[in-house]
């Protein structure tokens, strides 16, 4: 069964600081899709990125940053001088490859707020 | 672009009453999902279609049903609403083929409670 595991339920920083949100998948499947969302008070999903399995290159948007290692089955999610619009519940996601459908299996979601 | 469109956004139910809530997607996209958000437990898969015509149970399906008549719509019905439904619901869709570099758009969100 896939499990996504995101140990931490809260986070709190002071805004510039670097934060990172762990995330902790299992799967039995060699393809299988990662995601991140984030979701705002105002309470709508945003889609940050998706990662194929077969991709294990990091990537970098601006302040956000992904490293994915299959070794450890992680997928953390780094923002580099966090602003207080960061402040969200930022969910983990993962995807099985059959079917083309994308049922997702979150996290439990980390609650990030982000103080001025 | 209304993108994926979920009605209504409240709603108080008494037990035992039923209800359906209606999504409705403008992005020609083969699947829909409904999903369920508890605090603490992230999001649920509760039923999915791969397409008009077809629905399929996903991890909490129990007490609910689905229905997919057109392409653009996907209604998920509680036939007698009970506490424990009292959720944030939200509805997804996405374009065919997962192998493809897209994501699951999703729907604003549906509040709703159970009394």
């Known amino acids: 069964a896939q499990k996504v595991t995101q140990a931490q339920t809260e986070i709190s920083v002071v805004e510039k600081e670097d934060v990172t949100l762990d995330c902790v998948y299992e799967t039995r499947d060699t393809t299988y899709y990662l995601f991140w969302y984030k979701q705002p008070p105002s309470g709508e999903l945003v889609f940050l990125i998706r990662?194929?399995?077969?991709?294990?290159q990091n990537e970098i948007s601006g302040r956000y940053s992904w490293n994915f290692q299959k070794s450890t089955s992680s997928f953390n999610f780094t923002i580099t001088a966090s602003q207080v619009v960061d402040s969200a519940v930022y969910f983990c996601a993962l995807s099985e490859a059959g079917q083309g459908a994308q049922k997702l299996v979150f996290g439990q979601g980390t609650r990030l707020t982000i103080n001025p | 672009n209304a993108g994926v469109t979920q009605t209504p956004k409240f709603r108080v139910l008494k037990t035992g009453q039923s209800m359906t809530l209606l999504c409705a997607q403008d992005?020609?996209?083969?699947?829909m999902y409904w999903y369920r958000q508890d605090p603490g437990m992230g999001l649920r898969l509760i039923h999915y279609s791969v397409g008009e015509g077809t629905t399929a149970k996903g991890e909490v399906p129990d007490g609910y049903n689905v229905s997919r008549l057109k392409k653009q719509n996907f209604l998920l019905g509680l036939e007698s609403a009970a506490p424990s439904q009292t959720s944030v619901y939200f509805c997804?869709?996405?374009?065919?083929?997962?192998?493809?570099?897209?994501?699951?758009?999703f729907g604003q969100g549906t509040r709703l409670t159970v009394v």
């Open positions: 992005m020609n996209h083969e699947y």
């Open positions: 990662r194929n399995s077969f991709d294990e």
């Open positions: 997804a869709s996405s374009t065919q083929g997962i192998a493809r570099n897209t994501e699951a758009f």
